[in-house]
């Protein structure tokens, strides 16, 4: 696979990043991941989609293990379609969506989040665009 975007998050981590990945998987092959990554180099949270068993998969890597593997079978992404993806965060947990549905949802197992600097998306697909973008939350009200 080949590094096709990386950020660094000024700061680090906190609630309200989001991380917005748009492109087209045309191979029959499972070559697409997203890695949240600390400081210290392990990876905070790693995410794939797996088209051979539709299955999406989340994990950490802490130390040079891996940690107990996280799957979900909703899987709306389709081999040759384009698709959308998008990860963001709150206080305790990464969401995952795709296709605009919730895919996975992945609690932090690295803290404090401001030690996850760095993101970076490994694919050999075709990516029209990625977005890494701090949103603010709000409650309540939205005036409709």
Not at 56 to 62: L, S
Not at 96 to 105: C, F, G, N, P, T
Not at 107 to 133: F, G, K, N, Y
Request: net charge negative.
């Amino acid at each position: 696979m080949t590094l096709q975007f990386e950020a660094f998050c000024a700061g680090g981590l906190a609630p309200g990043w989001s991380l917005l990945v748009q492109g087209q998987s045309d191979s029959g092959e499972d070559k697409f991941e997203i890695d949240f990554l600390s400081e210290a180099g392990d990876i905070a949270f790693h995410i794939k989609p797996r088209f051979s068993s539709a299955t999406m998969v989340g994990n950490t890597c802490q130390g040079g293990r891996w940690g107990e593997e996280e799957v979900s079978s909703v899987f709306p992404l389709a081999l040759g379609e384009p698709f959308e993806m998008e990860v963001s965060s709150d206080t305790e947990h990464f969401h995952v969506y795709a296709q605009e549905h919730k895919v996975l949802q992945f609690p932090h197992r690295q803290r404090p989040l401001a030690a996850i600097t760095r993101v970076r998306v490994l694919s050999d697909c075709r990516l029209a665009q990625v977005e890494l973008a701090k949103r603010g939350l709000s409650w309540g009200d939205r005036g409709y």
